[in-house]
């Protein structure tokens, strides 16, 4: 099995930053694609931001220039960073990942359950 745990989320003012990271555990061969997705209410989940595992990195418009992503393979980690933090980035953030176990002949994909994160005053 496999599993991804996302850090704690919170409630931050707006202008604020906060670090977000997810852990992949479990019988995995090796991580591809990693990146962060959020659903705000009433709406669609959206890519927030992507990295590859040569480090290639694509953004939300929204993101752009107050985000950053970043892994750590040897820790199985991915990490958001997100800085001047606003109330419309109120979500449930997920993590993903693609995954390739040794027990499967093929890759997929997995997620987290969630982390709350309110930008709010």
């Known amino acids: 099995q496999v599993q991804l745990v996302e850090s704690e989320g919170g409630l931050v003012q707006p202008g604020g930053s906060l670090r977000l990271s997810c852990v992949a555990s479990?019988?995995?061969?090796?991580?591809?694609?990693m990146g962060w997705y959020r659903q705000a209410p009433g709406k669609q989940r959206e890519l927030v931001a992507s990295?590859?595992?040569?480090?290639?990195?694509r953004f939300a418009d929204s993101a752009k220039g107050r985000f950053t992503i970043s892994r750590d393979d040897a820790k199985n980690t991915v990490y958001l960073q997100m800085n001047s933090l606003k109330p419309e980035d109120t979500a449930v953030y997920y993590c993903?990942?693609?995954?390739?176990?040794?027990?499967?002949?093929?890759?997929?994909?997995?997620w987290g359950k969630g982390t709350q994160v309110i930008v709010s005053s």
């Open positions: 993903n990942a693609a995954i390739r176990r040794p027990d499967v002949g093929y890759e997929r994909n997995y």
């Open positions: 479990g019988t995995i061969l090796s991580i591809n694609g």
């Open positions: 990295i590859t595992r040569g480090g290639i990195t």
